[in-house]
Nanobody, 126 residues
Framework: QVQLVESGGGLVQAGGSLRLSCAASGRISSRFHMGWFRQAPGKEREFVAAIRWPGRTLYYADSVKGRFTFTADSTKNTVYLEMNSLKPDDTAVYYC???????????????????WGQGTQVTVSS
């Protein structure tokens, strides 16, 4: 079992910044992928960013590339999503997730992630 707890969401004006945190506990493996996804009202859950631990390769959705940064602190089993230049379209519930399968081709697919945090609301006002 893996437990994920997110924090750091909130309300921010367009152009502002937020940092989300996701603390992982339980049976954590270096083969996991760790990802951030988001879901806006009436929309499907979408990929935001992920890290593939071997080599710490990072992957980003085109919509956030250059604005969001995924970082990880392995000593704390915590990953972060630094979000800058936020736009109203970034408004969503953001989820941290772990993919125990670790298959590269599935890293952007939320259906392959086994464990999810409770989600944290990010609201960007115009």
């Amino acid at each position: 079992q893996v437990q994920l707890v997110e924090s750091g969401g909130g309300l921010v004006q367009a152009g502002g910044s937020l940092r989300l945190s996701c603390a992982a506990s339980g049976r954590i493996s270096s083969r996991f992928h760790m990802g951030w996804f988001r879901q806006a009202p009436g929309k499907e859950r979408e990929f935001v960013a992920a890290i593939r631990w071997p080599g710490r390769t990072l992957y980003y959705a085109d919509s956030v590339k250059g604005r969001f940064t995924f970082t990880a602190d392995s000593t704390k089993n915590t990953v972060y999503l630094e979000m800058n230049s936020l736009k109203p379209d970034d408004t969503a519930v953001y989820y941290c997730a772990a993919d125990t399968g670790g298959i590269l081709s599935s890293i952007r697919n939320h259906a392959h992630y086994d464990y999810w945090g409770q989600g944290t609301q990010v609201t960007v006002s115009s």
